[in-house]
């Protein structure tokens, strides 16, 4: 109990109890290290006889003189943002089942078709096919928040100036170690066209057309990747009416208000209910 009542006689932390026995601290008043140190170690007490697990704290950038005190107290480096960094440490002498930061990029590529059967693709002014002559696909990434349908569109829009509407994800790729060690979630999707007049945005994107869908196919650099040739596949085989894809349903959950979109065949669950 003198140990208790000492951690008591101390300012301790604000901090907010998360889902899994630990806690949350968003440091936000100035103070010099010493003071923090003093105050952290008597609210790490406090916690560990309240039994806590995992402490998480926000550290925002105007006290970033704190980091050092603090990985020096044992907490390590969970994530950052333009606007903070979050620390976390383990309290049990037992393995630390704190989950690890996020470990996927999500990206969008999009495979627009107009009446003639001509395909709307693009070459890079940048990146990885910068001076090939390859001409692609749209591709992007989804930003936080973004519904992978949404960002499609998106990104139709911006590189080439085309308005469209969400048909489908035909398909999805997953890889690894491809962006800062991080694995990435790739979803092939099939637009609409809802105009078609091109405006290529220059930053990015040297060149922008509608081209014939053999004609693309048929670049030996498309020719060359088992990936695109199965892309490619896929695309020919929804151009013929024999593949369906996942189309976007509106749903909610027992554990959230919030709208989000469940991806299934609606037309094969269609068939199935009716039989």
Same mark, same amino acid.
């Given at each position: 109990?003198?140990?208790?009542?000492?951690?008591?006689?101390?300012?301790?932390?604000?901090?907010?109890?998360?889902?899994?026995?630990?806690?949350?601290?968003?440091?936000?008043?100035?103070?010099?290290?010493?003071?923090?140190?003093?105050?952290?170690?008597?609210?790490?007490?406090?916690?560990?006889?309240?039994?806590?697990?995992?402490?998480?704290?926000?550290?925002?950038?105007?006290?970033?003189?704190?980091?050092?005190?603090?990985?020096?107290?044992?907490?390590?480096?969970?994530?950052?943002?333009?606007?903070?960094?979050?620390?976390?440490?383990?309290?049990?002498?037992?393995?630390?089942? /704190?989950?690890?930061? =996020?470990?996927?990029? !999500?990206?969008?590529?999009?495979? %627009?078709?107009? $009446?003639?059967? &001509? #395909? *709307?693709?693009?070459?890079?002014?940048?990146?990885?096919?910068?001076?090939?002559?390859?001409?692609?696909?749209?591709?992007?990434?989804?930003?936080?928040?973004?519904? /992978?349908?949404?960002? =499609?569109?998106?990104? !139709?829009?911006?590189?080439?100036? %085309?308005?469209? $509407?969400?048909? &489908? #994800? *035909?398909?999805?790729?997953?890889?690894?170690?491809?962006?800062?060690?991080?694995?990435?979630?790739?979803?092939?999707?099939?637009?609409?066209?809802?105009?078609?007049? /091109?405006?290529?945005?220059?930053?990015?994107?040297?060149?922008?057309?509608?081209?014939?869908?053999? $004609?693309?196919?048929?670049?030996?650099?498309?020719?060359?990747?088992?990936?695109?040739?199965?892309?490619?596949?896929?695309?020919?085989?929804?151009?013929?009416?024999?593949?369906?894809?996942?189309?976007?349903?509106?749903?909610?959950?027992?554990?959230?208000?919030?709208?989000?979109?469940?991806?299934?065949?609606?037309?094969?669950?269609?068939?199935?209910?009716?039989?």
């Amino acid at each position: 109990m003198a140990a208790e009542d000492q951690v008591q006689r101390v300012n301790l932390l604000t901090s907010t109890d998360d889902n899994y026995g630990g806690v949350i601290v968003e440091l936000d008043q100035h103070m010099d290290s010493a003071t923090f140190v003093s105050i952290l170690r008597a609210s790490v007490s406090h916690w560990k006889l309240l039994g806590k697990k995992g402490v998480w704290i926000k550290l925002p950038i105007h006290l970033v003189n704190l980091v050092e005190a603090l990985v020096k107290e044992g907490f390590w480096y969970h994530h950052a943002e333009p606007k903070y960094l979050m620390l976390v440490y383990w309290i049990p002498e037992s393995p630390s089942t /704190i989950p690890a930061n =996020a470990t996927h990029r !999500v990206g969008v590529g999009s495979f %627009v078709m107009n $009446e003639k059967q &001509e #395909v *709307l693709v693009v070459q890079e002014n940048s990146g990885l096919f910068q001076g090939t002559g390859v001409w692609k696909f749209p591709t992007g990434v989804v930003d936080q928040g973004e519904d /992978i349908c949404v960002a =499609a569109v998106r990104e !139709v829009k911006e590189e080439t100036g %085309v308005d469209s $509407e969400f048909v &489908e #994800v *035909l398909a999805f790729r997953q890889s690894h170690n491809s962006f800062f060690e991080k694995s990435d979630l790739f979803f092939m999707c099939m637009l609409r066209p809802l105009s078609s007049d /091109i405006q290529a945005q220059r930053l990015e994107i040297l060149n922008a057309q509608w081209m014939p869908f053999e $004609e693309y196919a048929a670049q030996p650099f498309i020719q060359k990747s088992e990936l695109l040739k199965y892309i490619n596949d896929t695309c020919l085989a929804k151009m013929g009416g024999q593949y369906s894809g996942f189309s976007p349903v509106s749903t909610s959950s027992n554990f959230s208000d919030q709208k989000n979109y469940l991806y299934l065949s609606a037309g094969a669950l269609k068939s199935s209910n009716s039989s």
